[in-house]
């Protein structure tokens, strides 16, 4: 090798070198935007699926009550057919028999919005209200949450295999810098592109299905 085509071969080995450590940083910073994504979205998976457990236990304890109603409306109902309440009482029975029936409505109608949300049930039947500010409209389903949860579940395992990909290209990307032999190097560089792209896409994916 003359002695003109070694400094050039230097001179290009350090460019090659710069080119990797700026794609390493890059790189790097992709890493961290992912696992910030990965710690936020995952607290909000674990928000979503305690308020999807808390409004089903909601929807179990208007269903328990639902059913005391109707137990005592297939009482009132028994009785009568059996003419065991004398006609003077007619008249009442049959009042707190309405008011049984409309309280079972509420609840299958309070029950309907729990499990579908405000915005699934419609305005027309919107009966339950906010506990914070008593707003009515502002319900969000069990259904919703479990929608919700579900969709940052998927954003979670991107999140994880995005971080997999970007933490492997970031090794690709180490051994080249300290790998001499320059086809050997080069390999390197390339697998580091290809790992980096794949978890730059993965995390572009969670991001988007978190966000929406």
Known sequence: ????????DEVKGKHLELFIGVLIAIFAAVLA???LGGGRYGDDEMIAHN??????????SKSIKQTLYEGQLDLLTTLEKT????EEHRTALDSFKLEKVNEIDRYKSEKNEILKGSEGVGKDHWIL????????GTIIGAKQWEI?????????DLFDLSSLFLQICIVFGAISLV???????RMFLYLMI???????????QAYSIAMT
């Open 1 to 8: 090798m003359s002695e003109e085509q070694l400094p050039q």
């Open 33 to 35: 935007i992912n696992d």
């Open 51 to 60: 308020n999807q457990t808390k409004m089903y236990n909601w929807y179990q």
């Open 83 to 86: 003419n065991s309440i004398k």
């Open 129 to 136: 209200k906010n506990e914070d500010d008593g707003t009515a």
């Open 148 to 156: 919700i949860a579900d969709g940052l579940g998927t954003a979670g």
């Open 179 to 185: 790998i001499q032999k320059t086809s050997t190097r």
């Open 194 to 204: 290809a790992s980096g792209i794949a978890g730059t896409y993965f995390t572009i």
